[in-house]
């Protein structure tokens, strides 16, 4: 009974989000197919003979965390200039179409949680209902909706969604498994590890890959928006020691700086010869910094020329904040930081949205 009542519950609520005003017809495209798996599955269910009781299960449960990332996207609230941005990058790395969805949540985190391919294989077989595109599914915090300079950390969490699909980081493991090296910084060292038993070795394996996960996700998100998105996490979460999952601030830092600088890091080798073996593009800067001092200067914003200047804005817009207290232009010295946080903020905002305004009156135009 529960698990019927569950998809009726479900496809009342992607009804309710079919009926919301948002911005793409992708989008509207995603949700219609979705609604079709609660309606054909409890047709199922009742079939002769009936789905397997476990497939609807785990279909339906999938289900319910698709449901999870779509509250924010179809509502005013989205940062959809950021979530632009995130798709126009998402969009080298597969030919397959992407759907870049956001969850806004009530506490301190960015994540990015992926859907196994299994489940698109079980609703096509089982259901015959056909997903076009792949979610990219991220989580922010809901006081950033309209923050895109605060937004950075989602090129990271799209960084997770390219290395999962791709499995770079699986590939890096079997080419240059812990044993082997490059050393991690905190970590046991190559060497060590060698030496330990065979336990002792699983464990710090299951280390190695998380914080290889992270370097990797850090390294993709520097590609499109520079400095911007570890400068931010280094105030959002200043000083972090390494953990199990996650590496340190620091060592962190030094990655990025190193491929940022052009500087040899064993740790940036051995993601290029993983992104070679899988036949992907390098690691390679992506993004151009716009000029953009002397209209934020006068509160004006910008229209970035390519979708390189559309990454650029993060880095440029975030340092021109960063340097604003201390030397303020005219029109921002009476000012408030807060203030001043908001519209550069804002700025960045209309100067992604002029993009966004450009490519549509091209796409129309042709």
Known sequence: MLLRTNLRLLLAQLDRLAET?????????????????????LETLEGNPAIDSGVARYIANALWSLS????????KQIPYEVAFAVTEAAKEWTRRELLVTAALIQEPNFYFKGIAPAFFDAVESELGVVITARPVQVALPYIYRHKPLFCSPLFHELGHYVDTANEV????????PPHIGPDLPDLPTAAQIAAFPTADKKTVAQVIERHRKEYFSDLFAAMYVGQACTDFLQQFAPGQPWSFSHPSSAARQQVVDDFLAGN???IVDLFQSALATRGLQPLSKRFASPALATA?????PVTPTSNEEVYGLFDAAWRFLQQVPANPPALWANLSQQEQERVANDLTEKSIRNRMIWEGWNAAAH
């Open 296 to 300: 934020f200067s006068q509160a004006r």
């Open 264 to 266: 040899r890091n064993a």
């Open 169 to 176: 980081v699986t590939t890096t493991l079997l080419t240059s």
């Open 68 to 75: 999870q990332f779509l509250t924010g996207s179809t509502t």
């Open 21 to 41: 005003p948002y911005f793409t017809p992708q989008l509207d495209l995603y949700i219609g197919q979705l609604r079709e798996i609660p309606r054909r599955l």
